[in-house]
Structures are given as structure tokens and as C-alpha cells.
């Protein structure tokens, strides 16, 4: 069975910052592409940010492009996003996606077979 499981979202003033957890267990990490979408309530879901097996390709959605980074840490198991001068319009629920052996595409099913996710991790961010 693989599991992941967000934490560090929470409430902030629009222009702090969070860091997001995703920790994954199960399977040697270093086998998913990894990465984070969100969705607020009546939204559909939203890509976030996508990282490669071993950190070499980023992708990152122009709605967050230059305030977002994610990272990985193959020894700890964890990919983390770190979100600086967040928004009213970044609150959502930010769910961790695990994709055994691939990329984690923008358009990516929630029903893909190859794909894991976690329950997800409230942000909020308040002007």
C-alpha cells in the first residue's frame, strides 16, 4: 500500500508564507514523479507544481510561478511546497500526487492507476 500525507497547511494573512509536507510511504520514493494540485470549494481541481524523480525538472503553473518552489528530498521521502505571498485566491486544499515511474502532468486524472494522492491539507490566506 502507498500512502501520502500532506501537512503545514493553515491559515495566514495574504502575503505570508507556508511550506507544505508530503511525506510517502510504501515504495522506494525515488520511483514517483511528484507533485501538488489544489482545489477550492465549486472549483475544479488546479495543477500547482510538478517535480521530476530526482529534483531535475520543475513545472510550476503560471498562478503561482515566482512565489511557488517545490522541492524533494529522496532521503526523507518528502516532497515539500513552499508558497511565499500567498493570496486570497491560493486558498484551497492542496493535495500531494505520487506518480509511480512518471511525470506528474498538469491535466493528470485523479482515477489514473499509476497515480496516488493524499487527503489533502487546508490553506487559507486572508487579505
Known amino acids: 500500500q502507498v500512502q501520502l500525507v500532506e501537512s503545514g497547511g493553515g491559515s495566514v494573512q495574504a502575503g505570508g508564507s507556508l511550506r507544505l509536507s508530503c511525506v510517502v510511504s510504501g515504495r522506494a520514493f525515488s520511483s514517483y514523479g511528484m507533485g501538488w494540485f489544489r482545489q477550492a470549494p465549486g472549483k475544479e481541481r488546479e495543477f500547482v507544481a510538478a517535480?521530476?524523480?530526482?529534483?531535475?525538472?520543475?513545472y510550476y503553473a503560471d498562478s503561482v510561478k515566482g512565489r511557488a518552489t517545490i522541492s524533494r528530498d529522496n532521503n526523507k521521502n518528502t516532497v515539500d511546497l513552499q508558497m511565499d505571498s500567498l493570496k486570497p485566491e491560493d486558498t484551497a486544499v492542496y493535495y500531494c500526487?505520487?506518480?509511480?515511474?512518471?511525470?506528474?502532468?498538469?491535466?493528470?486524472?485523479?482515477?489514473?492507476?499509476?497515480?496516488?494522492w493524499g487527503q489533502g491539507t487546508q490553506v487559507t490566506a486572508s487579505s
Open positions: 517535480i521530476s524523480r530526482f529534483g531535475s525538472r520543475t
Open positions: 500526487a505520487a506518480r509511480y515511474r512518471g511525470f506528474v502532468d498538469a491535466d493528470l486524472s485523479v482515477d489514473s492507476r499509476d497515480t496516488y
